[in-house]
């Protein structure tokens, strides 16, 4: 290094010095005489005050150290605690995130359980889990795809008193809404998030209630008719359900702000289970007027009906549309079984989905 030292009043400045101790600088300088004209070389060890010098610092390049002379075991790795980097703030790479769209039912495992997955199955996950005497059915998301709607007799197991439960969707809070000795079931969750439709027969015959998220109060729509499986529209106004009337069942709708309730369908044979099309235009349903159980659609502006998904299999069963309408989903009875299958809205490109020994069912796409 080069320190300057200040010996006898003359400033001197000396290279390659070596430090003895704190005070003590074994230097070899060119002292002035006197006369300051001629210099003797002179090496000695000089007392000299630490004020009295100065370490020029930049004398040592910080290249004179290169990076490998401090070999990285000379740091251990416990200089840096493994708890300030959460494993979450670093998602593994090779496993695709695991974000549900689609809840159904299958019986996979021996009873009635609510399964996520996505469109393409990338994964599976039983949401509730439960033995083998619960059934767990007609799932409906919250409208924040945060939670799922159910019914179930998990209170009730080997019997038939069916509530209403709400889970999230990591399978967390698990909440019953209803406590009646009489079946309540078939739970929609309103678009605006605040209140749950349900069919009861609490009151002697199927009727729809809602309950009110927000004050935990029940109040039943009144009809003045068995009404069962409601479905909102997905603009608010609207439930749709079916009814068994005098002459078969059939599709209504009921306005959510004046209780005006208009037919939708008016024959003798089984019109039932409605959905609706994303722009609430279109009503849903499934249908045996042709022989065979297929799935309609009608356009409530014009009234035009037209059959969704045209098959000669029987028992098809509808239930909701992809987010971008697109695609349905839904249910068929075949050979003892209930499988799922999703196609295009148009009714090509037909496929099975969630393929299982048993039933798979009541599969419903997120919007
Ligand atoms: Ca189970
Ligand atoms: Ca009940």
């Not at 702000?257 to 849903?284: A, V, Y």
């Amino acid at each position: 290094m080069e320190i300057n030292v200040i010996y006898e009043n003359i400033e001197i400045v000396r290279e390659n010095a070596v430090i003895v101790n704190n005070q003590t600088y074994d230097i070899q300088i060119d002292v002035p005489d006197s006369n300051n004209i001629d210099r003797e070389s002179k090496s000695d060890k000089f007392e000299v005050l630490p004020t009295e010098i100065s370490i020029i610092s930049t004398d040592i390049p910080p290249t004179d150290i290169p990076p490998t002379d401090i070999p990285p075991t000379d740091i251990p790795p416990t200089d840096i605690p493994p708890t300030d980097i959460p494993p979450t703030d670093i998602p593994p790479t090779d496993i695709p995130p695991k974000i549900p769209s689609i809840v159904f039912v299958s019986n996979r495992d021996g009873n009635d359980d609510i399964y996520l997955t996505d469109e393409h199955e990338t994964f599976s996950m039983n949401l509730t889990n439960s033995p083998n005497d619960i059934y767990n059915g007609h799932p409906s998301w919250s409208p924040d795809g945060k939670n799922i709607v159910f019914h179930s007799n998990m209170d009730d197991p080997g019997g038939h008193n069916s509530e209403i439960y709400i889970i999230s969707v990591e399978g967390n809070n698990l909440r019953r809404l209803t406590n009646h000795l009489e079946w309540d079931g078939q739970p929609s969750w309103s678009p605006d998030g605040r209140y749950i439709a349900f069919e009861s027969k609490r009151d002697g015959k199927f009727e729809i209630f809602l309950y009110d998220l927000n004050n935990d109060t029940i109040n039943k729509i009144n009809t003045n008719m068995s009404a069962g499986y409601p479905s909102w529209s997905p603009n608010g106004k609207y439930i749709a359900f079916h009814s068994k009337d005098f002459s078969g069942m059939n599709i209504y709708m009921i306005n959510m702000e004046n209780n005006i309730i208009t037919p939708i369908t008016m024959d003798e044979f089984d019109n039932w289970m409605p959905s609706w099309s994303k722009n609430s235009e279109n009503i849903i349903f499934s249908s045996n007027k042709d022989g065979v159980r297929d799935i309609y659609s009608l356009n409530l502006v014009d009234k035009n009906i037209k059959k969704v998904i045209p098959t000669n299999e029987d028992d098809w069963w509808p239930v909701t549309l992809s987010p971008d309408g697109t695609k349905i989903i839904f249910c068929s009875y075949n050979s003892g079984f209930w499988k799922l299958y999703i196609a295009n809205i148009d009714g090509s490109n037909i496929r099975v989905f969630a393929e299982s020994n048993g039933d798979t069912k009541w599969a419903v796409w997120k919007n």
